[in-house]
């Protein structure tokens, strides 16, 4: 059975006397794009040895009919983990992404995937978490959203290994129109860190470019990255 990294029980049930800013955690990670699923394959071979688990996410975004979140530089998604085994609603804002590093704002909640499930038909009860969920205040209070639709989404396939004392990340993202290949590892020294990653990818003769466009940019824009 595969480690569960977020417990299943529901949202906090305790509702804020007011809203409140919720404290800002900064992903810093790198993001490294394949050229092709051939790339992808002999990467993967190549880090099995370090294999610690794989993940079957699926990843579910939402926005108002006008777009006010992505207007605004925010995402506000729903990702399901191994069929259903546990869900994390997330808020991403202010992204930058620079030479293959990226930095951008976020928040996470754990969330029944079964409650979770049925926004998916129900957008717009996602908003009735706001006395339960910060990120859900923070999407009325601060983005002041007071309607939500389901824009859709995309399935990913995350091999995580343990290599040198970093945890990389090798994604298979399968999009209506196509299929993306990454590898990324959150990092508080992205700079060192990436310097690593590229030496592991030239020694081996894998070819990669520095990701320009984030998994979410990629799926609004509707096309796979030019290589």
């Known amino acids: 059975m595969l480690k569960r990294l977020f417990p299943t029980t529901k949202l906090i049930k305790s509702k804020p006397p007011h809203f409140t800013k919720i404290p800002t955690q900064m992903e810093v990670e790198v993001k490294l794009r394949l050229p092709n699923s051939q790339s992808h394959q002999k990467l993967s071979n190549l880090l099995s040895p370090f294999r610690t688990t794989t993940l079957i996410q699926e990843n579910i975004f939402f926005d108002t009919p006008t777009t006010t979140l992505a207007v605004s530089n925010a995402a506000l998604r729903l990702r399901f983990y191994n069929l259903d085994s546990y869900a994390v ?25 079964s409650l979770a499930r049925s926004f998916l038909t129900d957008p717009n009860g996602l908003l009735g978490l706001s006395n339960k969920s910060q990120i859900m205040e923070k999407v009325k209070g601060e983005f002041g959203v007071d309607e939500l639709i389901c824009l859709g989404g995309f399935k990913n396939v995350r091999g995580v ?51 320009d466009i984030n998994k979410f940019g990629v799926f609004m824009s509707g096309k796979l990255p030019s290589n």
């Open 89 to 113: 609603l997330s808020l991403k804002s202010k992204p930058e992404l620079t030479q293959g590093i990226s930095r951008v704002e976020e928040y996470e909640e754990p969330i029944d995937p």
């Open 161 to 211: 290994y343990d290599w040198k004392g970093l945890k990389l990340e090798v994604d298979e993202t399968v999009y209506d129109f196509g299929v993306c290949y990454e590898i990324e590892c959150e990092s508080k020294e992205p700079e060192r860190d990436k310097e690593l990653i590229e030496g592991l990818l030239v020694e081996n003769g894998i070819d990669f470019v520095y990701s």
